[in-house]
């Protein structure tokens, strides 16, 4: 069993920085790959980026590509998502999960594990 916990959402103007984490707890942790996810008011959960157990892999919705950067300390047991260049369309609520498969996939029923969200609104 793997449990999740996201922090470092907040408010941000456009074109700021946030930083999240999430803290995994569980073993086997290492042997996962991650994604996070964010859902806005109204609109279905999506994928934002992936990375894959040993942080060798990753992947990106085209949205994001080149503002936000995911990256892993499996010696912490924690994923990071570095976004910058932040756009009010980024506001959501933003999901970590886990897969018990060390490949990134992009859709939500593909993961076994979730975190509690954290939230991220960017004014303009």
């Known amino acids: 069993q793997v449990q999740l916990v996201e922090s470092g959402g907040g408010l941000v103007q456009a074109g700021g920085s946030l930083r999240l984490s999430c803290a995994a707890s569980?073993?086997?942790?290492?042997?996962?790959?991650t994604g996070w996810f964010r859902q806005a008011p109204g609109k279905e959960r999506e994928f934002v980026a992936g990375?894959?157990?040993?942080?060798?892999?990753?992947y990106y919705a085209d949205s994001v590509k080149g503002r936000f950067t995911i990256s892993r300390d499996n010696a912490k047991n924690t994923v990071y998502l570095q976004m910058n260049s932040l756009k009010p369309e980024d506001t959501a609520v933003y999901y970590c999960?886990?897969?018990?498969?060390?490949?990134?996939?992009?859709?939500?029923?593909?993961?076994?594990?979730w975190g509690q969200g954290t939230q991220v609104t960017v004014s303009s």
């Open positions: 999960a886990a897969r018990r498969i060390i490949y990134i996939a992009t859709s939500t029923s593909e993961y076994d594990y």
């Open positions: 569980g073993r086997t942790f290492s042997s996962y790959a």
């Open positions: 990375v894959s157990d040993s942080g060798g892999n990753t």
